[in-house]
């Protein structure tokens, strides 16, 4: 029977806990005895609280965890990215980790994993919104701001929140075979595979807070202007500088490069009609500065993995 180890605290996001448990416990009803998933929580001994004050309470106690378990999965905390957590915590991953098969997190539980030093040269996933911080924090890790799940030999990181539900299923899919994770993901009604990555979840580019400085300058223009050809020698002469220095002005007060942030914005415009406008996808494509659909097909499955019609078709807001 292949032990499963979900680690949990006091204020884990609690789909980070129940998400991944449902789909092992589902795939039982699918599978041999014998092949059936033991999922044994571990946390402090005393009952304590989810993010969302639902009352929970481990299995066993960190201490007690001595044992090998197949895989060991951190869950996640909205208070992860900014707290360390207690040696206690620390010492437990560690020892788990190092007996186990696999071993990864849900969430921001890699950064627990990050704090055990367990990242270091790995690549690596968190949630959309703690990516960035993640990298900074653990430099030596490679985070992909994207992916919804990633594994690196024997670990394995998800996105945020419903995410684990995904990593879950790929974990059942790699054990059991595809017929068995697609009847698990039938059961609880979610999909199989997500189609592409964070990114069409992540908020658009947001104005710069001061409204009069030269960034926010370009950026009204930009999105003024987002149907014209918006060269790096248009924004710097809008900008009154040379083609050099924009550049480099841009890159260090943007961190990204001018053409990025126009290819950007115009699919942040596209991404905004798609959602709350009947638009073809023709005059989408146009009034955003794609020039065609083919192009904006393009620009969507490099920065969003999915094509305009399956972006509209999951996200669009009732007329």
Same mark, same amino acid.
């Given at each position: 029977?292949?032990?499963?180890?979900?680690?949990?605290?006091?204020?884990?996001?609690?789909?980070?806990?129940?998400?991944?448990?449902?789909?092992?416990?589902?795939?039982?009803?699918?599978?041999?005895?014998?092949?059936?998933?033991?999922?044994?929580?571990?946390?402090?001994?005393?009952?304590?609280?989810?993010?969302?004050?639902?009352?929970?309470?481990?299995?066993?106690?960190?201490?007690?965890?001595? !044992?090998?378990?197949? =895989?060991?999965?951190? #869950? *996640?905390?909205? %208070?992860?990215?900014?707290? @360390?957590?207690?040696? &206690?915590?620390?010492?437990?991953?560690?020892?788990?980790?190092?007996?186990?098969?696999?071993?990864?997190?849900?969430?921001?539980?890699?950064?627990?994993?990050?704090?055990?030093?367990?990242?270091?040269?790995?690549?690596?996933?968190?949630?959309?919104?703690?990516?960035?911080?993640?990298?900074?924090?653990?430099?030596?890790?490679?985070?992909?701001?994207?992916?919804?799940?990633? !594994?690196?030999?024997? =670990?394995?990181?998800? #996105? *945020?929140?419903? %995410?684990?539900?995904?990593? @879950?299923?790929?974990? &059942?899919?790699?054990?059991?075979?595809?017929?068995?994770?697609?009847?698990?993901?039938?059961?609880?009604?979610?999909?199989?595979?997500?189609?592409?990555?964070?990114?069409?979840?992540?908020?658009?580019?947001?104005?710069?807070?001061?409204?009069?400085?030269?960034?926010?300058?370009?950026?009204?223009?930009?999105?003024?202007?987002?149907?014209?050809?918006?060269?790096?020698?248009?924004?710097?002469?809008?900008?009154?500088?040379?083609?050099?220095?924009? %550049?480099?002005?841009?890159?260090?007060?943007?961190?990204?490069?001018?053409?990025?942030?126009?290819?950007?914005?115009?699919?942040?415009?596209?991404?905004?009609?798609?959602?709350?406008?009947?638009?073809?996808?023709?005059?989408?494509?146009?009034?955003?500065?794609?020039?065609?659909?083919?192009?904006?097909?393009?620009?969507?499955?490099?920065?969003?993995?999915?094509?305009?019609?399956?972006?509209?078709?999951?996200?669009?807001?009732?007329?």
């Amino acid at each position: 029977m292949p032990s499963v180890a979900i680690l949990v605290f006091p204020n884990v996001q609690a789909l980070d806990v129940s998400g991944p448990m449902d789909v092992f416990e589902e795939t039982n009803a699918f599978v041999s005895s014998e092949r059936r998933y033991d999922v044994t929580l571990i946390g402090p001994p005393e009952l304590f609280r989810a993010s969302n004050g639902m009352p929970m309470a481990a299995h066993t106690s960190y201490e007690a965890a001595t !044992r090998k378990f197949d =895989l060991v999965l951190v #869950a *996640g905390g909205p %208070a992860l990215p900014s707290e @360390a957590p207690d040696d &206690v915590v620390l010492s437990c991953v560690r020892r788990l980790a190092a007996l186990a098969t696999c071993y990864g997190s849900i969430c921001t539980g890699a950064f627990i994993l990050g704090h055990a030093g367990l990242l270091d040269g790995k690549h690596v996933t968190t949630h959309w919104q703690n990516a960035d911080a993640l990298a900074q924090q653990f430099p030596l890790a490679e985070v992909d701001r994207d992916r919804i799940y990633i !594994r690196d030999g024997a =670990l394995l990181t998800s #996105a *945020g929140v419903t %995410a684990g539900i995904d990593l @879950a299923l790929a974990i &059942v899919n790699g054990d059991h075979g595809s017929a068995v994770a697609l009847a698990v993901a039938k059961r609880l009604v979610v999909v199989a595979q997500r189609q592409g990555g964070q990114s069409q979840f992540s908020p658009y580019i947001a104005a710069p807070p001061d409204d009069s400085s030269p960034l926010a300058l370009i950026y009204r223009f930009v999105m003024s202007n987002l149907n014209g050809k918006l060269s790096v020698s248009e924004l710097a002469d809008h900008a009154g500088m040379s083609r050099r220095n924009f %550049a480099r002005f841009f890159l260090q007060e943007a961190k990204t490069t001018p053409g990025d942030f126009v290819e950007q914005a115009r699919v942040d415009a596209a991404r905004n009609l798609l959602e709350g406008s009947p638009l073809a996808l023709k005059e989408i494509a146009y009034q955003c500065g794609f020039g065609t659909p083919h192009r904006m097909r393009q620009v969507f499955a490099k920065r969003l993995g999915v094509t305009p019609g399956q972006y509209r078709a999951s996200f669009r807001r009732p007329l």
